[in-house]
């Protein structure tokens, strides 16, 4: 019985939290990508993780799986996100501004980034590891941006959506 109490106070709380979120469409949306970007970056580190183990070719799936959940957010959330909102709300009115500089800067490393990714993957399509050897400061490069344009992600996040969890 207790148990139960508990649980029904946590879930409302929880829920309730959660409220000015599941309101805002846009809020919600950009949540959304940010749970998947930070399951994406779960992905790069157990990669980076099945390196060091030596398994690389299991290294090799763990990225494709990155890249492949990174692209479908790129083009189902970010692309749209970027050309209907960011532009003309931020970036059009305040080029200088916080969010837009954030923004574009996380733009170009992280079509950088996404790129390079794309184009690891593909060249490997299941191959023999041996050719990915070859390719490992390029790996190395597509690493550190891509950790880089997820980290301004989170920071225009924050920015951008703070305001709407807190209220
Ligand atoms: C998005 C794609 C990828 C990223 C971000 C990535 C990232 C990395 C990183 C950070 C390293 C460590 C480099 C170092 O220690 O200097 C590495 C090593 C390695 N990766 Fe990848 N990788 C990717 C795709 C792949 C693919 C598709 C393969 C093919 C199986 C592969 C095979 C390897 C191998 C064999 C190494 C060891 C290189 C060595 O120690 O000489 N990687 N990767």
Redesign the pocket.
Known sequence: MKVKLYTLIVSNYYLLGFMPLLNNPYALIATTDLSIQIIVLFF?LY??LL?MQMK??Q??IA??V??VLHLAMLFSIMIPAFVLGVVPRFIVPNVYGVASVVTLVMGVIGALAVS??TW??AS?RFQD?AG??K???I??A??AM?LVSLSLGIVLYIILYWAVILS
């Open positions: 790069l990669g980076y390196k690389f070719r290294h090799g990225m494709l990155a890249v390079l990714g690891l993957v490997w590891v990915c050897f390719k490992k400061r790996m190395l597509t690493m891509w």
